[in-house]
């Protein structure tokens, strides 16, 4: 199975980057023929006030950002793992930070909303509120890509190791992780924890994200990039260059099974007293 990684600096004029990740999406269909697409975190909308990531949100499904993604699906025999869009949720204030996949038909086949919340304080002091804006998810998602069982899990998610494992209880063998990682966060601990989770969990990760920098209210944050293959062996198989791009990469599905038969840390799991 061939996979694609959009690495996207998304902004704050949805028209433009939902324009930006077609194009991308083309371009690495024409150059590439994956069978599956990942796109970055929020690819539809990045930055902005509260009140803009509010307008900005649709409600699924039939949104501007829900049918592109539907009609790429569909008019290019894709899957497509839509990143995450900010979702418009009925008698909420806030947004939902969510995942949509769609088969090679542009069927949904899986909707995943971001459970964990990135309220934390960076080295240079730049505070993120991200509950303040959206509102968490709480369900574990997995969907099959022909044969492939794939795990949803967005950005900051990344850091409990928890969620990785339920997905792997249900099945998981390949971890889709978009993400809009901090710069700062980013240059010490993205490759660090895919590897690891990759590792521990003797899965595939694929993990798509933003880079470069985004107005964000009065402040301006840069994201890290390096979307990234790592395979159940911890391994690079792909990783993207600094810019806007794709990257490509393969997924042997046969490998996950071939680590877990020489290391089934699964089985050798205890019950801590
Ligand atoms: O706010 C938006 O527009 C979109 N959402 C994001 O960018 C999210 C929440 S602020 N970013 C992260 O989760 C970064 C995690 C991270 O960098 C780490 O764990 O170190």
């Known amino acids: 199975m061939k996979v694609a990684l959009i690495q996207m ?21 024409a ?16 930055g902005g006030s509260r009140a803009e ?15 592109m993604l539907q009609t790429m699906a569909k008019t290019h025999n894709v899957f497509i793992h839509g990143g995450s869009i900010l979702e418009h949720i009925d008698g ?7 995942t949509v996949a769609f088969d090679r038909q542009g069927r949904e086949l899986a909707r995943y909303r971001k459970i964990h ?5 960076a080295p240079d002091g ?34 409990f190791p928890d969620l990785f494992q339920a997905l792997v209880d249900k099945g998981a063998q390949m971890i889709a992780l978009p993400a809009a990682f901090t710069l700062q966060t980013g240059k010490d601990h993205w ?19 933003q880079t470069g920098t985004h107005v964000q209210g009065n402040e301006t944050r840069a994201t890290y990039g390096h979307s ?11 990783k993207a260059s600094d810019g806007v791009g794709y990257v490509a990469g393969r997924i042997d599905p046969a490998r996950v099974g071939k680590v877990r038969a020489m290391i089934p840390v699964a089985q050798h799991k205890r019950k801590l007293s």
Request: with cysteine; aromatic share 10%; net charge negative.
């Open 53 to 67: 990531k509010r307008a900005a949100a649709e409600t699924l499904p039939g949104g501007p950002a829900y049918t």
């Open 228 to 238: 990234i293959v790592v395979d159940p062996w911890g391994h690079v198989v792909a």
């Open 126 to 159: 730049q505070q993120y509120n991200e509950s303040a804006a959206f509102r968490p998810g709480d369900a574990v998602v997995t969907y099959d890509c022909e044969g492939v069982t794939v795990g949803c899990s967005i950005c900051y998610d990344l850091r």
């Open 31 to 46: 150059e590439e023929k994956p069978d599956w697409i990942c796109l970055p975190e929020v690819f539809d909308f990045m």
């Open 92 to 98: 909420e204030e806030r947004v939902g930070n969510t």
């Open 9 to 29: 600096n998304s902004g704050s004029d949805k028209p433009a980057n939902l324009a930006a990740a077609q194009a991308l999406i083309e371009k690495a269909v």
């Open 117 to 121: 919340m990135f309220d934390i304080t």
């Open 191 to 209: 490759e660090v924890l895919l590897r690891a989770r990759a590792i521990e969990t003797e899965t595939y990760f694929c993990a798509a994200g």
